[in-house]
């Protein structure tokens, strides 16, 4: 690493920007201890069971093309400022619904704040991190979604034992969702203590704000030094959506369709409906929430892997290990489902699953995704990188309820486990190795 960089700061506003992770992750997997007891509450079929988890991903869409362009604009602090407000907000509307309906536009808010959050904060931890440790620094991010989903398992086991099976279909889905408001408050407070992106304080114009952050940061030379490489890198830069499309159309490929393959893994199957997958297979209610815990702590454990070895091993090793192990899983996971087979072995299936998703492709598609678009163009890259990611979501999420009911649920985990195969064959033949390079040269790279 080079010497005079201020590696606490660095850790300190990178932990605050990966707070939206936490949120993320706690608001999206809420619905995993809820959808049991919504689905009693308002009498719901397959497809609208499938719609109460998966409506707030429609937000998430809209929210990722929104939040990269007003990033852009706005800067990505005060853009992560807008999503604290709105995060509190619709958890708020999300406790109180009186119908079906209500509830989902609740959850759309909800989701406008995930999908700009999921865009803007590793963007900005991106480019507030030295490439040496930069992809150990943006997984971060994927370290608070995981620990956000831990947190609100926990919570979700806590609160059903609070009253009778009546009491929870009646109210108890309600404290679960509106348990967010807290952490939300929290985010929005933290936030204050952090400066504004760099490289996008250069890109507005602002180089003398911009060289106070970066030698906060890394002193002096390495300020100049780095001053000097966004100015030239902004100089060769159009920053509209043609050049987009034309110059950056391979790592805007790239980084759609890594995205897109992460969530056709399957891997929110585990996370939105872990407790009715654990029921399915025998297990009883206290016991299947118990199981989701031990689902979000592995999930946490093995996010500590990529974070070790993702600036040493690379982004490619940990993506092809990673999607291996994961195809592998869910044949097992099919075939146990399909013969009877015993409970603790089901649960190790998904647990060795989730492990080699949370130490690959969990936090490396969103470090991929960060690093290789251009400054002038990131927002926009990203804002149709994350809304193809979200869109993926929502189609797993909606499909899946509908999917066990008319496949059966061997077929449905072995289709998971085919995609897995092909996203292992797009990493090995397309995706680049991004390790130890900065910004500015990965983006050369591809000019050249």
Not at 80 to 88: D, K, N
Not at 188 to 196: C, F, I, N, R, S
Not at 353 to 381: C, D, Q, Y
Not at 415 to 431: I, K, N, P, Q, T
Request: charged share 15%; net charge positive.
């Amino acid at each position: 690493m080079r010497s005079g960089v201020n590696l606490g700061y660095i850790l300190l506003i990178s932990l605050v920007a990966a707070f939206g992770g936490f949120l993320f992750g706690y608001d999206t997997a809420v619905v995993s201890g809820a959808i049991g007891f919504l689905q009693a509450h308002f009498g719901l079929s397959a497809e609208l069971k499938g719609w109460a988890a998966s409506s707030v991903l429609v937000g998430c869409m809209f929210g990722a093309m929104c939040g990269g362009p007003v990033g852009d604009r706005f800067g990505r602090k005060a853009s992560l400022l807008w999503c604290a407000g709105l995060f509190a907000a619709s958890s708020v509307a999300s406790a109180v619904p009186s119908t079906l309906g209500q509830f989902a536009w609740a959850r759309f808010a909800g989701g406008l704040a995930i999908g700009a959050a999921s865009i803007l904060s590793p963007m900005y931890i991106a480019e507030v991190s030295p490439e040496k440790i930069r992809g150990r620094l943006v997984a971060l991010y994927q370290l608070a979604i995981v620990v956000g989903i831990l947190v609100v398992f926990f919570v979700n086991l806590q609160i059903p034992r609070l009253g009778d099976e009546a009491w929870n279909v009646d109210r108890g889905w309600r404290w679960m969702f509106g348990s967010l408001v807290l952490p939300s408050v929290v985010f929005g407070a933290l936030l204050a203590l952090v400066p504004e992106s760099p490289r996008w304080l250069m890109k507005a114009g602002l180089e003398g704000r911009a060289l106070d952050v970066l030698d906060r940061i890394g002193g002096a030379e390495n300020a100049a030094r780095e001053i000097g490489e966004i100015r030239a890198a902004l100089a060769q830069e159009e920053g509209g959506w043609s050049e987009l499309f034309s110059a950056y159309r391979r790592p805007l490929a790239i980084g759609a369709l890594l995205a897109v393959f992460s969530q056709f893994s399957g891997i929110n199957t585990v996370m939105y409906y872990a407790p009715e997958i654990f029921k399915a297979a025998g297990a009883a209610r206290d016991s299947a929430f118990a199981q989701t815990v031990t689902v979000g702590a592995v999930n946490l454990l093995f996010t500590f892997v990529a974070i070790a070895f993702v600036d040493r091993a690379g982004r490619r090793p940990l993506l092809i290990i990673g999607t291996a192990v994961q195809a592998a899983s869910l044949f097992v996971v099919g075939l146990l489902f399909g013969r009877g087979g015993p409970g603790w072995l089901l649960l190790g299936g998904i647990l060795a699953f989730v492990a080699a998703f949370a130490m690959a492709m969990g936090p490396v598609s969103w470090i991929v995704n960060s690093e290789i678009f251009p400054t002038k163009l990131r927002g926009r890259a990203m804002a149709i990188s994350i809304f193809l990611l979200w869109l993926a979501c929502f189609v797993v999420s909606q499909t899946f309820p509908m999917m066990l009911e008319a496949l059966g649920p061997s077929r449905t985990f072995w289709v998971y486990g085919g995609l897995g195969l092909l996203s292992m064959l797009f990493v090995l033949l397309c995706v680049p190795e991004t390790k130890g390079r900065t910004l500015e040269e990965i983006e050369a790279g591809w000019r050249q």
